[in-house]
């Protein structure tokens, strides 16, 4: 099975950018997705993109965040912008049924 790993998650100051990677293990022939989930709140989507690169985001992240892949890397990148304390969460990259680790983004001053 796929496994995918996340990177580049870390401590920001608000209106900061990170930008988090995540690799997959083999070929993933499925849209990919980033979601979060912040301390006491369920997991929530932040961003899709199909193969072929139609993107979708959640209203909260629209006009700060970029989802983009490079399928011949099996990568898929989340550019943040202009960051904010409530972005703050344990983001988790997704294709399918495959979830990676998480990787932590903290937004504080």
């Known amino acids: 099975q796929v496994q995918l790993v996340e990177s580049g998650g870390g401590l920001v100051q608000p209106g900061g950018s990170l930008r988090l990677s995540c690799a997959a293990s083999?070929?993933?022939?499925?849209?990919m997705g980033w979601y979060r989930q912040a301390p006491g709140k369920e997991r929530e989507l932040v961003a899709t993109?199909?193969?072929?690169?139609?993107?979708n985001y959640a209203d909260s992240v629209k006009g700060r965040f970029t989802i983009s892949r490079d399928n011949a890397k099996n990568t898929v990148y989340l550019q943040m912008n202009s960051l904010k304390p409530e972005d703050t969460a344990v983001y988790y990259c997704?294709?399918?049924?495959?979830w990676g680790q998480g990787t932590l983004v903290t937004v504080s001053s």
């Open positions: 997704n294709a399918h049924v495959v």
């Open positions: 083999g070929k993933i022939f499925f849209a």
């Open positions: 993109i199909s193969r072929s690169g139609s993107t």
